[in-house]
């Protein structure tokens, strides 16, 4: 059997030259960097960094703006997020399964991590219970993660249920970590929000949304029938969509996509959202600069 992590290493020899592959590292490794930690170096000042980060004295040796960056102490703790249930096994914006493309966006931040020499970690599961593999380095373990994912989300799993992913992580996960969850469009509700900003008290939090399939999809082939994955009901196909219910169900995606953001926004939490696997790379990239920037 192929190697998951393999895969994921293609993918980003594929879809980011060496530069581009360095500026990612730079991105993932700032995450960690805070003020109160130990020093690191100094580096030239860019149009948005944070003028308190400005180490004045420098400056005035050097003639311009010196940035003072700083380093943890110990390294960090990743807990990969996802849900596992039969939602994302369902298909994607850009027609591929969601699976993959978390199996994808997961293992490069996780492979990101393990070359950081910082520990990953799993929380997983779906309506009928929460899954968690310990947090470990090295790259055998990071596939065993890839592969957990991979097999237990299938379309005959049980019922989709973040929430209780995230309970878990409030409920039993001590210490600070960085949080990387995965998962499709999810609804805002006021008991989602109050776990969120409960994570996000404690831990550093990354959100990724994966988008789900058009109601009728224009890559489908003609006579092709597709169905909802949460009761097997048959979608109305494109033929059969009238106007009126094709702009009903844009406005409702529509406020549902805002309902989402404004919840994360709300949390703090940093969110990014991807249509296919083409997408991961750069959509990683902007979420983690957006979330230093946020810092």
């Not at 580096?43 to 980060?53: I, N, S, T, W």
């Not at 003639?63 to 390294?75: C, N």
């Not at 380095?137 to 065993?144: N, T």
């Not at 009728?216 to 009761?231: C, I, Q």
């Amino acid at each position: 059997m192929a190697s998951l992590l393999q895969r994921v290493k293609s993918k980003m020899a594929i879809f980011a030259h060496r530069k581009a592959r360095g500026m990612l590292d730079g991105e993932y490794a700032s995450v960690f960097r805070g003020r109160s930690l130990d020093f690191d170096d100094l580096r030239a000042y860019v149009p948005g960094d944070e003028v308190r980060d400005i180490d004045w004295k420098a400056t005035a040796r050097h003639g311009s703006p010196l940035i003072r960056r700083y380093v943890a102490v110990r390294r960090q703790t990743v807990l990969l997020v996802t849900d596992t249930g039969r939602n994302m096994a369902a298909q994607s914006r850009s027609g591929e399964t969601k699976k993959d493309i978390a199996v994808l966006a997961l293992g490069v931040l996780g492979y990101l991590a393990h070359r950081h020499g910082d520990a990953v970690g799993l929380v997983c599961g779906d309506a009928s219970g929460t899954r968690t593999l310990p947090a470990k380095g090295g790259e055998a373990h990071l596939e065993r993660l890839l592969r957990h994912i991979d097999s237990h989300t299938r379309l005959d799993a049980p019922p989709s249920s973040i929430d209780d992913q995230l309970d878990f992580l409030a409920r039993i996960i001590k210490g600070r970590h960085l949080l990387f969850v995965v998962a499709d469009e999810i609804p805002a509700t006021a008991a989602t929000a109050q776990i969120l900003r409960r994570l996000r008290a404690q831990h550093e939090v990354l959100w990724l949304t994966i988008r789900d399939a058009e109601l009728a999809p224009a890559h489908l082939a003609p006579g092709t029938e597709s169905y909802s994955v949460a009761d097997s009901s048959l979608l109305v196909g494109e033929p059969a969509l009238s106007d009126a219910v094709a702009a009903a169900y844009a406005h409702a995606t529509a406020l549902r996509d805002a309902g989402r953001k404004t919840m994360l926004r709300s949390a703090g939490i940093t969110e990014g959202e991807v249509a296919g696997s083409h997408d991961v790379i750069s959509a990683l990239f902007a979420l983690l600069e957006r979330h230093r920037r946020a810092g």
